[in-house]
């Protein structure tokens, strides 16, 4: 079983509608949480940290479910920008290592 | 600023020759690391080192492949000799030690090997 696991899509998606998927993973002892985009034959950047309060940046919204070890990403309002690859990343604390999602492709169409 | 800047963009090389990869980090950070991408595997961590030091090199492939950083602002990942498995977008990050999850990357190095 892998360490981070995400539905690798594609989601195709209207554009101005709502879309969430969600990431699992295996190490109860993980710490912090991570949303990477990767555009495409781009490099991968940070798109939004993930407390376990929960937290919205903008359109995007970010949860964690430590007890079922999930978390999820929520993009409202779409927009065709938005079209990437979102990778779930995890960090265990215990090293400066973090271990990524094989990522779910997204596509906006107009 | 200038980011992560990582040469060449894009090599081509037949099987058994070398390659050699360069990536300069963002001034500053102390923590560099080598990654590779392919469809299938996704992206996977080969190496990092801090200040200078390799840390961990437990996900280099094998020992046809080396790593090293002579200072805070240059590294090298060389594959000797290279094989067509070997093909794939090579990125090098760069972070801070106190923000280790927020890595910046380079825009990577396309590798084929025929």
């Known amino acids: 079983r892998k360490e981070v696991e995400q539905d690798p899509g594609p989601f195709n998606v209207p554009e101005g509608a709502t879309v969430a998927f969600n990431c699992t993973y295996s190490n109860s002892a993980s710490q912090s949480f991570f949303w990477y985009r990767q555009d495409c034959r781009k490099e991968p950047k940070l798109l939004m940290s993930?407390?376990?309060?929960?937290n919205e940046d903008g359109r995007f919204t970010a949860q964690l479910n430590r007890a079922s070890q999930y978390i999820s990403l929520l993009i409202r309002d779409s927009k065709l920008s938005d079209s990437a690859t979102y990778l779930c990343v995890v960090n265990q604390k215990s090293n400066y290592q973090l271990i990524w999602g094989a990522g779910t492709k997204l596509i906006i169409k107009p | 600023d200038a980011g992560v800047i990582q040469s060449p963009r894009h090599e081509v090389t037949e099987m058994g020759q070398e390659v050699t990869l360069r990536c300069k980090p963002i001034s500053g950070h102390d923590y560099l690391f080598w990654y590779r991408q392919t469809m299938m595997r996704g992206l996977e961590l080969l190496i990092y080192f801090n200040n200078n030091v390799p840390i961990d090199d437990s996900g280099m492939p094998e020992d046809r492949f080396s790593a090293k950083m002579p200072n805070a602002s240059f590294s090298t990942l060389k594959i000797q000799p290279s094989e067509p498995r070997d093909s794939a977008v090579y990125f090098c990050?760069?972070?801070?030690?106190?923000?280790?999850?927020?890595?910046?990357f380079g825009p990577g190095t396309r590798l084929t090997v025929t």
């Open positions: 993930v407390y376990s309060s929960g």
């Open positions: 990050a760069s972070s801070l030690r106190l923000r280790s999850y927020e890595q910046y």
